[in-house]
């Protein structure tokens, strides 16, 4: 019997409420989630590196008020929050929110396990559905996979959690994570794109072999897909757009146009065609933002539209 969850097809990234780039009012952030709500959307996704702790906090206490049976949780372990300095802010990792933390990598069981503990304080919630190990080829990534992903494994049979995940940019640690026969889900960040899809050599067969589900997020790359124009300042993978990128991009955008849509209902949309990628998260700060990204979810593209992008 499989263990993968039934995943809705949009989610909400909850990156924003951690005051992504810029504060988030509470109005904004209240609104954003009522808005997800009332339009459908009952997959939402969090983590303790969002404005250290600030994501969290917001999201479990915006979604207090609604049945917790109704929805999937998610949140993510690696980093531990520890009492930071408190004498500016984390801009240098682009979240305003003043620096009363600091994070530290830590992928051992006690590590794990107290990061979870941790998150569950901060919702103020009983538990989180998927817990994702978060970007573990950037932290000790030999012991992420000889004692956090078997940690998770190991919740996941105590019933602590219900689906064990891994979230990364990178494709090869992913399709590694995979074939471990530990994973219930992962996060694919950006490698699985209207723009560019070297997921689909390895990871997204492996996945399928493995009764994987995929949520994508990034599927933006970074704003380029963004926007109904792609403008000569755009930007990729949180750098300026080369001019290749820039011509590719603007030819997807000029397909789009012709045929009476816009190039983000088709970044939205493309992931979901393969068969290994349930859901596409998108981050939301705004009832604006929510209710544009639900109308690119459900807006139809012609067949004959994404016939021309796979040709």
């Known amino acids: 019997m499989s263990r993968a969850p039934v995943l809705p097809q949009l989610g909400f990234g909850a990156a924003q409420l951690g005051n992504l780039y810029r ?3 509470d109005a904004e952030a209240r609104g954003a989630v009522e808005t997800a709500w009332e339009g459908g959307i009952r997959l939402f996704d969090t983590a303790p590196h969002y404005g250290i702790g600030t994501s969290e906090q917001r999201l479990g206490a915006l979604l207090k008020p609604y049945p917790r049976d109704e929805y999937l949780l998610s949140t993510k372990v690696g980093r531990l929050l520890l009492p930071g300095p408190g004498d500016g802010d984390d801009m240098a990792h682009d979240f305003s929110v003043p620096n009363h933390h600091v994070r530290a990598w830590d992928m051992s069981e006690t590590g794990i396990r107290r990061s979870h503990a941790e998150s569950l304080e901060r919702l103020g919630l009983e538990r989180v559905d998927i817990l994702y190990l978060h970007d573990p080829e950037e932290g000790p990534t030999e012991q992420a996979f000889a004692e956090a992903l078997p940690t998770l494994a190991a919740m996941r049979e105590e019933g602590l959690i219900s689906h064990v995940g891994v979230g990364s940019k990178d494709a090869a640690i992913l399709t590694r994570a995979v074939r471990t026969g530990l994973c219930d ?53 949180y750098s300026a757009a080369s001019a290749p990128l820039l011509a590719r991009a603007r030819a997807l955008a000029d397909l789009a146009r012709a045929h009476g849509v816009e190039l983000p209902d088709l970044a939205v949309q493309y992931p979901l065609r393969h068969p290994a990628i349930s859901s596409v998260v998108l981050g939301m700060r705004t009832p604006e933002q929510v209710r544009q990204n639900i109308a690119r979810a459900r807006r139809p593209i012609p067949a004959q539209l994404w016939e021309q992008i796979d040709a």
């Open 23 to 25: 504060v988030t009012t």
């Open 185 to 237: 889900v992962i996060m694919l960040s950006g490698r699985y794109t209207l723009l560019e899809q070297p997921a689909a050599a390895e990871l997204l067969p492996a996945c399928l072999e493995h009764d994987v589900q995929v949520v994508a997020v990034s599927v933006f790359n970074s704003g380029i897909l963004a926007r109904a124009e792609v403008s000569d300042d755009a930007r990729y993978e």
